[in-house]
């Protein structure tokens, strides 16, 4: 990780105010170089050689140099980390987009890096506060518990705070902690990711291709708000408050005194992993009851709040398991699930999120257009489906909808209420005959999919 740090010759709990200016030009320079050599193989292959070795040759091996290409942006962004690893996990979601070689190729890269040193975290939380961290918390834990491109957590306690019965008491916290310079590193990887992108505009197939200006704001527009420690803090006071009537829906509390946009204290309600499925078991819980109710959950934020947790991958997910008279206590269910596979009564729980800074948002007149939608593939009507589609921000400008039209009825047609096991028995001659009689559409996509809803269908690939 390249993340600038502060000199040697500071005291080691004070952070420079500036990143290293000569730092931050060898980060610019490294991906605009990277850009540079991409968009050069581009003109080389599919403008210059494809006139010596013909288009035939280029064809068979564009797939393995888009492969070779995202292996080298694989290493580029964990060695810079920060941005660049944000936007290898973006672009390995864009299903619609990128082919699935190359999100292979991508969707490996970890957003983990090596820890900043406790002297400089220690020096950011006592500039954002105003206190030294020992003043503020007790048994703050040096090594946190992740790091990861943007910040870091640590477990502490806060200072014992007056209660409702005047007995002073502790409340474990987790504390989200920026890097430092994060601000000007990610406005250099943005200028950079911004340039490459007025290069690649340049291209005509890629131009044709995707709304590259469209993509780059929905990605800059990710990041700055996962920069944003105090709109993370709103986001979980507004997700607790969609759940205010769940009792078994548990948020942890973010506590604003202690809360900047840089620093982050929540309450710490770690507890077993959604995806320890031997913790799940000791304790009784039914993993059928806990999918159950997550799922419920994602009806209400989707269908109900059109506010969503956009970053339900397993470490964001947690099981609280709970005896009987602390379920009760809560108005848990207590009998929500069939016995255990060795005859025991289910064991009561809450399904806990954590981490807001990644949430997606369904305005009501979106959400018409998605009933629509689904309307319209019950129906099997080509035309409702494409119209519906256009409005939802599907097609770029310049779209054939009529083509696009015509091979959503052949779809239809032909394949409607297929199982998987038949469809496996299509023959491989029919299937080809469809994509050669579409072959400039489907070569060409020209759709592309709103971040939203590639936000509905994010890490699933992991069950219950």
């Known amino acids: 990780m390249t993340t600038p740090r502060a000199s040697n010759d500071q005291p080691s709990s004070v952070v420079s105010a500036h990143a290293d200016p000569r730092l931050l030009q060898r980060r610019a320079r490294r991906a605009l170089w990277f850009g540079f050599k991409m968009i050069a193989g581009f003109v080389w292959w599919e403008l210059i050689l494809v006139r010596v070795v013909g288009r035939a040759r280029v064809e068979r091996t564009r797939m393995a140099r888009f492969v070779k290409l995202a292996r080298a942006f694989r290493m580029l962004a964990v060695d810079l980390g920060g941005v660049w690893i944000k936007l290898g996990q973006f672009l390995s979601s864009r299903v619609d987009i990128m082919p699935q070689q190359v999100i292979a190729e991508l969707s490996g890269l970890q957003d983990a890096v090596p820890a900043e040193p406790y002297d400089t975290i220690a020096g950011i939380i006592a500039a954002e506060l105003g206190r030294p961290v020992d003043n503020i918390f007790d048994d703050f834990e040096r090594e946190p518990?992740?790091?990861?491109?943007?910040?870091?957590?640590h477990r502490a306690q806060l200072h014992p705070l007056p209660s409702a019965n005047s007995v002073p008491r502790a409340i474990r916290v987790v504390l989200k902690v920026q890097r430092p310079f994060l601000d000007?590193?990610?406005?250099?990887?943005?200028?950079?990711?911004?340039?490459?992108?007025?290069?690649?505009?340049l291209y005509g197939p890629i131009r044709r291709r995707a709304n590259l200006d469209a993509l780059i704001q929905e990605f800059a527009d990710g990041v700055l708000e996962e920069l944003d420690y105090e709109q993370e803090a709103r986001n979980a006071d507004l997700f607790a408050r969609n759940f205010a009537g769940d009792p078994q829906v548990r948020v942890p509390k973010p506590y604003h005194e202690y809360t900047t946009r840089r620093v982050l204290v929540l309450e710490n309600v770690e507890d077993i992993k959604i995806t320890d499925y031997a913790g799940l078991e000791s304790a009784g819980v039914s993993r059928q009851a806990v999918a159950r109710k997550l799922f419920s959950t994602y009806?209400?934020?989707?269908?109900?709040?059109?506010f969503f947790h956009a970053d339900p991958h397993p470490g964001n997910l947690f099981v609280q398991p709970l005896d009987v008279e602390t379920a009760r206590r809560l108005n848990v269910p207590v009998e929500d699930a069939p016995e255990t596979a060795d005859g025991r009564a289910p064991t009561p729980f809450r399904l806990t999120y954590v981490?807001?800074?990644?949430?997606?948002?369904?305005t009501p007149e979106y959400m018409q257009e998605l009933k629509e939608f689904i309307i319209a593939v019950s129906l099997k009507d080509a035309r409702r489906l494409t119209a519906a589609a256009k409005r939802m921000g599907f097609f770029l400008p310049g779209a054939d909808t009529t083509r696009i039209e015509q091979a959503i009825a052949l779809l239809f047609d032909r394949f409607w209420g297929m199982t998987a096991t038949d469809l496996k028995d299509v023959e491989?001659?029919?299937?080809?005959?469809?994509?050669?009689?579409?072959?400039?559409?489907?070569?060409?996509?020209?759709?592309?999919?709103?971040?939203n809803i590639l936000y509905l269908g994010r890490d699933t690939r992991w069950e219950l």
């Open 299 to 306: 009806l209400q934020q989707i269908f109900v709040d059109g």
């Open 145 to 153: 518990v992740a790091a990861a491109s943007f910040g870091q957590a």
């Open 355 to 362: 981490d807001f800074g990644m949430v997606g948002r369904v």
């Open 428 to 451: 491989f001659d029919e299937m080809y005959t469809f994509a050669v009689e579409f072959r400039d559409l489907l070569s060409s996509l020209p759709f592309q999919i709103p971040q």
């Open 184 to 201: 000007e590193i990610v406005a250099v990887d943005l200028r950079s990711l911004k340039t490459i992108a007025r290069w690649l505009k």
